[in-house]
C-alpha cells in the first residue's frame, strides 16, 4: 500500500520545461509510472522507472523530451518536461505497480493528478 501525490503542474508556453514531482509515502520498492489523460482520451502510459532506478521506459510520443527520474532518499519520482507541446495538455497521473506495465489498468495505486497545460 502506498499513497501517491503529484504536484508542479502548471501552465506554460509551447517550447517551455515543467518538472512534476510524485511523492510516496509507503514501500519505495514499487516499479513507477507516469500517466496522462486529455479529455475525451484514453488514458496513456508516458514514462516508467524501476524500483532500484536503474531501467527507464517511455511512450514513444515522448521520447527526447522527458526525463524520468527516481530520488530513493526523499521517496520521489520526478518527471522533467522539456520541449513541451500543445498535444501534452493533460492531466498527468503518478502510479505505482508490483511490475511493468504500460497499460493503466495493471497499476493498483494512483495519485491525484496533476494539470498541464500548454498554450500555442
Known amino acids: 500500500q502506498v499513497q501517491l501525490v503529484e504536484s508542479g503542474g502548471g501552465l506554460v508556453q509551447a517550447g517551455g520545461s515543467l518538472r512534476l514531482s510524485c511523492a510516496a509515502s509507503g514501500r519505495s520498492s514499487y516499479f513507477m509510472g507516469w500517466f496522462r489523460q486529455a479529455p475525451g482520451q484514453e488514458r496513456e502510459f508516458v514514462a516508467g522507472i524501476s524500483a532500484s532506478g536503474g531501467n527507464t521506459y517511455y511512450g514513444d510520443s515522448v521520447k527526447g523530451r522527458f526525463t524520468i527520474s527516481r530520488d530513493a532518499a526523499k521517496n520521489t519520482v520526478n518527471l522533467q518536461m522539456n520541449s513541451l507541446k500543445p498535444e501534452d495538455t493533460a492531466v498527468y497521473y503518478c502510479?505505482?505497480?508490483?511490475?511493468?506495465?504500460?497499460?493503466?489498468?495493471?497499476?493498483?495505486?494512483w495519485g491525484q493528478g496533476t494539470q498541464v497545460t500548454v498554450s500555442s
Open positions: 502510479a505505482a505497480t508490483t511490475g511493468y506495465h504500460t497499460y493503466y489498468l495493471s497499476y493498483p495505486y
